[in-house]
């Protein structure tokens, strides 16, 4: 009898999983496969091509310019990944501690900007820092001794000037997953600790700080897996400029795939930063994790 | 009676639909996709709704604009490799090497050109040839020849002393007029020249006019960029377009936008920019906010006349397994020849009509700016042949590396000619 429910258990479970699995398989494990595969091979961007061995992975090793667009995609994830985290935990706190209609404005006003589309956040934020009639310029012209600056023209600006933005862009959804952490601490836990003579500091400290841990850890990973992708802002505002000096990962990906036509390469290129992408997201996720263990 | 009656309903609904559709089934379709946005669009759309209106019993096309550059010839290669994809679709010549090397693009015999009307002999030998592949093979028909053109501001030139009789501006000529021309316009808060200084594209148009001008080759027969003593010749042009920045004539890492407010809120008296900008000129003046302005071709500053060209032209995709079918390939070539017979209404946007016929008409020759600039039509220089070349190119893609920096003076000249250099040598396979 049990048997037999074990059997229908499966049946069911089966039936209700196939249209996940059929189309997991066909449009994620399929291409991925076919994109190993084309990883060993000179195929151009569409079509099939010979069997080269290691290659393009040489060839990989070799190319400068990969390995500064890995720098530069480190770069940007240390820019934007830390600050991201820790301002949201910032303005979560403070948000929370607003009450009624005012909170909601708050909290709007702070997660507006994450539902804007990147080429909208690429317009604003290029008006604003246009060099001939940016507002922006002038808080940079005293700074410079009335000098404008082309911020995205200029090397060293580059890639914190796109970290700055894309911070401003998505902390609203951190701050909300922030929130929603910070709600889930009691109330009472602060009290008790009032009542035994806590200040702000020891509270955040010993009771904050611990409580919202798996959440940072959690926001920190998103963080991390996302801006290892990072492809639109800099691509957009590298457009027509020095393209090679702040290309990420994925713009030279891009550009072995799309511009160069050299499909084999830009298949090698994305298996090099899948492998970056799992060994970093799990080293951090494990690190992090002993870390709040330990507390 | 009733009977009847119905018989008689059900017969003219019978024939009706029987009408309808051997009416649907004579009118052919046309595909057709172009990757032409802003003012280009709206005239190509007015041109095809003309073009839909006198073949309303025959021909209908139907029109898709997709997105510029790569995302454009992306689609193109894809769509064609699996048999999918328009009958028709516009075409950078500076882009078809590329296009032929990936197999995207169809070949037009010379019979089918023949056989539409389509002669060689109405363009521009350079313009027509650029559409050949290295075998001489032609892969597309040229409708326009665009470039860049000198902007100039009347009042500002007049006022100086630059300004002839005819309206023009003179004594630009040579590189020694033209330098003392923009340190004479530079003065009380107006600058000489402006031009989209933070952008690759426009840099490589000036660079190759430049260039070419002093008969330098970007690229050899033999397949080596900057050969021998172009590099030299690649030095000096960028030190010159330097020499504007760093002189204070231009201003450094200007955006595109900002170049063009610059020019058309009076505070530079020259612009270099595309054809592609006259109509927002002439739109500018008609709402009577544009002073008195001209366009002329790019002064000669070494040794003879040459401008950089593009061309937009009309191609056939190569749809694997489901190619064009040969009636509708004369179709589609017939259209070709009718919109380059009626080519004058895009020049509106600034271009000039690749079919000589309507470039040497009287309504072209009254037609202005463009008139005044046409002549640069014989010396045009077209993009190096190379899948390497055209736009949104690797080539594109050095422009913004190198001689960007180096005409603002983030790159000696010297190096950004050589690394340049390097660097596409080592992109060739």
Same mark, same amino acid.
Not at chain 1, 183 to 207: C, H
Not at chain 2, 135 to 154: F, M, T, W
Not at chain 2, 167 to 184: E, H, M, Q, R
């Given at each position: 009898?049990? &048997?037999?429910?074990?059997?229908?258990?499966?049946?069911?479970?089966?039936?209700?999983?196939?249209?996940?699995?059929?189309?997991?398989?066909?449009?994620?494990?399929?291409?991925?496969?076919?994109?190993?595969?084309?990883?060993?091979?000179?195929?151009?961007?569409?079509?099939?091509?010979?069997?080269?061995?290691?290659?393009?992975?040489?060839?990989?090793?070799?190319?400068?310019?990969?390995?500064?667009?890995?720098?530069?995609? &480190?770069?940007?994830?240390?820019?934007?990944?830390?600050?991201?985290?820790?301002?949201?935990?910032?303005?979560?706190?403070?948000?929370?501690?607003?009450?009624?209609?005012?909170?909601?404005?708050?909290?709007?006003?702070?997660?507006?900007?994450?539902?804007?589309?990147?080429?909208?956040?690429?317009?604003?934020?290029?008006?604003?820092?246009?060099?001939?009639?940016?507002?922006?310029?002038?808080?940079?012209?005293?700074?410079?001794?009335?000098?404008?600056?082309?911020?995205?023209?200029?090397?060293?600006?580059?890639?914190?000037?796109?970290?700055?933005?894309?911070?401003?862009?998505?902390?609203?959804?951190?701050? &909300?997953?922030?929130?929603?952490?910070?709600?889930?601490?009691?109330?009472?836990?602060?009290?008790?600790?009032?009542?035994?003579?806590?200040?702000?500091?020891?509270?955040?400290?010993?009771?904050?700080?611990?409580?919202?841990?798996?959440?940072?850890?959690?926001?920190?990973?998103?963080?991390?897996?996302?801006?290892?992708?990072?492809?639109?802002?800099?691509?957009?505002?590298?457009?027509?400029?020095?393209?090679?000096?702040?290309?990420?990962?994925?713009?030279?990906?891009?550009?072995?795939?799309?511009?160069?036509?050299?499909?084999?390469?830009?298949?090698?290129?994305? &298996?090099?930063?899948?492998?970056?992408?799992?060994?970093?997201?799990?080293?951090?996720?494990?690190?992090?994790?002993?870390?709040?263990?330990?507390? | 009676?009733?009977?009847?009656?119905?018989? %008689?309903?059900?017969?003219?609904?019978?024939?009706?639909?029987?009408?309808?559709?051997?009416?649907?089934?004579?009118?052919?379709?046309?595909?057709?996709?172009?990757?032409?946005?802003?003012?280009?669009?709206?005239?190509?759309?007015?041109?095809?709704?003309?073009?839909?209106?006198?073949?309303?019993?025959?021909?209908?096309?139907?029109?898709?604009?997709?997105?510029?550059?790569?995302?454009?010839?992306?689609?193109?290669?894809?769509?064609?490799?699996?048999?999918?994809?328009?009958?028709?679709?516009?075409?950078?010549?500076?882009?078809?090497?590329?296009?032929?090397?990936?197999?995207?693009?169809?070949?037009?015999?010379?019979?089918?050109?023949?056989?539409?009307?389509?002669?060689?002999?109405?363009?521009?030998?350079?313009?027509?040839?650029?559409?050949?592949?290295?075998?001489?093979?032609?892969?597309?028909?040229?409708?326009?020849? /665009?470039?860049?053109?000198?902007?100039?501001?009347?009042?500002?030139?007049?006022?100086?002393?630059?300004?002839?009789?005819?309206?023009?501006?003179?004594?630009?000529?040579?590189?020694?007029?033209?330098?003392?021309?923009?340190?004479?316009?530079?003065?009380?808060?107006?600058?000489? %020249?402006?031009?989209?200084?933070?952008?690759?594209?426009?840099?490589?148009?000036?660079?190759?006019?430049?260039?070419?001008?002093?008969?330098?080759?970007?690229?050899?027969?033999?397949?080596?960029?900057?050969?021998?003593?172009?590099?030299?010749?690649?030095?000096?042009?960028?030190?010159?377009?330097?020499?504007?920045?760093?002189?204070?004539?231009?201003?450094?890492?200007?955006?595109?936008?900002?170049?063009?407010? %610059?020019?058309?809120?009076?505070?530079?008296?020259?612009?270099?920019?595309?054809?592609?900008?006259?109509?927002?000129?002439?739109?500018?003046?008609?709402?009577?906010?544009?002073?008195?302005?001209?366009?002329?071709?790019?002064?000669?500053?070494?040794?003879?006349?040459?401008?950089?060209?593009?061309? /937009?032209?009309?191609?056939?995709?190569?749809?694997?397994?489901?190619?064009?079918?040969?009636?509708?390939?004369?179709?589609?070539?017939?259209?070709?020849?009718?919109?380059?017979? /009626?080519?004058?209404?895009?020049?509106?946007?600034?271009?000039?009509?690749?079919?000589?016929?309507?470039?040497?008409?009287?309504?072209?020759?009254?037609?202005?700016?463009?008139?005044?600039?046409?002549?640069?039509?014989?010396?045009?220089?077209?993009?190096?042949?190379?899948?390497?070349?055209?736009?949104?190119?690797?080539?594109?893609?050095?422009?913004?590396?190198?001689?960007?920096?180096?005409?603002?003076?983030?790159?000696?000249?010297?190096?950004?000619?050589?690394?340049?250099?390097?660097?596409?040598?080592?992109?060739?396979?």
């Amino acid at each position: 009898m049990i &048997l037999r429910n074990r059997r229908n258990e499966y049946i069911t479970a089966a039936v209700l999983m196939a249209p996940f699995i059929i189309i997991y398989g066909l449009l994620f494990l399929y291409p991925t496969v076919k994109m190993v595969q084309l990883s060993f091979t000179d195929a151009p961007l569409i079509g099939d091509g010979n069997f080269v061995g290691f290659d393009n992975f040489v060839r990989l090793w070799k190319d400068r310019l990969f390995a500064s667009s890995i720098w530069n995609t &480190l770069y940007f994830v240390v820019l934007s990944v830390f600050p991201s985290t820790v301002l949201a935990l910032f303005i979560a706190m403070g948000v929370n501690r607003l009450k009624g209609w005012v909170q909601s404005i708050v909290l709007a006003c702070f997660f507006l900007p994450y539902i804007l589309p990147v080429s909208v956040v690429y317009n604003i934020w290029g008006w604003i820092l246009d060099k001939d009639f940016g507002v922006a310029q002038y808080v940079i012209a005293p700074l410079t001794g009335g000098q404008h600056i082309n911020v995205f023209r200029t090397l060293p600006l580059f890639m914190p000037a796109a970290a700055f933005l894309t911070v401003w862009w998505l902390i609203g959804f951190n701050m &909300l997953l922030f929130i929603a952490g910070l709600r889930n601490i009691s109330t009472e836990i602060y009290e008790a600790a009032s009542l035994d003579g806590a200040g702000r500091w020891t509270q955040f400290s010993q009771i904050t700080w611990p409580l919202i841990w798996p959440v940072t850890v959690l926001v920190l990973t998103i963080q991390l897996i996302l801006q290892l992708k990072i492809f639109d802002q800099v691509y957009l505002f590298s457009r027509g400029g020095r393209v090679d000096a702040t290309a990420t990962m994925v713009q030279y990906i891009y550009k072995q795939a799309f511009t160069a036509n050299h499909g084999g390469l830009a298949a090698a290129a994305s &298996l090099v930063l899948f492998l970056v992408i799992v060994i970093f997201s799990v080293l951090q996720f494990q690190i992090l994790r002993v870390r709040g263990a330990d507390r | 009676m009733i009977k009847g009656m119905l018989k %008689l309903a059900l017969a003219a609904t019978a024939l009706l639909t029987i009408s309808a559709v051997t009416v649907a089934q004579a009118k052919d379709t046309i595909v057709w996709w172009d990757f032409l946005g802003g003012g280009d669009g709206v005239r190509m759309k007015s041109l095809i709704d003309e073009f839909n209106k006198e073949h309303a019993d025959t021909v209908e096309i139907q029109a898709t604009t997709l997105d510029w550059g790569t995302p454009f010839y992306t689609k193109v290669q894809t769509s064609a490799a699996v048999g999918q994809g328009p009958d028709i679709m516009t075409y950078h010549e500076s882009r078809i090497p590329l296009g032929i090397s990936t197999g995207s693009l169809s070949e037009i015999t010379p019979a089918e050109l023949a056989a539409s009307g389509i002669k060689s002999s109405d363009f521009e030998p350079a313009n027509w040839k650029q559409a050949q592949g290295a075998d001489g093979k032609q892969y597309a028909v040229p409708l326009d020849i /665009h470039s860049i053109i000198l902007y100039y501001n009347k009042t500002l030139l007049k006022n100086a002393g630059l300004l002839g009789d005819d309206g023009k501006p003179k004594g630009l000529d040579g590189v020694a007029n033209w330098d003392a021309a923009l340190a004479k316009l530079t003065a009380n808060g107006v600058v000489g %020249l402006s031009v989209p200084t933070a952008d690759g594209a426009t840099m490589w148009r000036i660079f190759y006019t430049l260039l070419n001008q002093q008969d330098g080759v970007f690229l050899s027969k033999d397949g080596k960029f900057l050969d021998g003593d172009n590099l030299d010749k690649a030095t000096t042009a960028m030190t010159e377009m330097n020499k504007w920045v760093k002189s204070g004539w231009t201003p450094a890492n200007t955006e595109y936008p900002a170049s063009i407010a %610059l020019f058309t809120s009076g505070k530079a008296a020259f612009h270099i920019n595309g054809v592609w900008e006259v109509p927002t000129m002439v739109d500018l003046q008609k709402k009577g906010s544009l002073f008195d302005w001209g366009a002329i071709q790019i002064p000669t500053l070494y040794a003879h006349p040459a401008t950089w060209a593009d061309s /937009h032209s009309f191609a056939i995709p190569n749809r694997q397994g489901n190619p064009v079918d040969p009636a509708k390939r004369k179709l589609v070539l017939d259209t070709v020849h009718w919109f380059n017979e /009626h080519s004058l209404a895009w020049a509106g946007g600034g271009h000039l009509p690749a079919f000589a016929p309507v470039r040497s008409s009287d309504d072209f020759k009254n037609l202005k700016p463009n008139a005044d600039y046409a002549s640069l039509a014989a010396t045009a220089v077209f993009d190096p042949v190379s899948t390497l070349a055209g736009v949104a190119s690797p080539v594109y893609d050095a422009a913004g590396n190198y001689i960007m920096p180096a005409m603002n003076g983030d790159l000696a000249p010297a190096d950004a000619a050589s690394q340049m250099r390097d660097d596409l040598q080592g992109q060739v396979k």
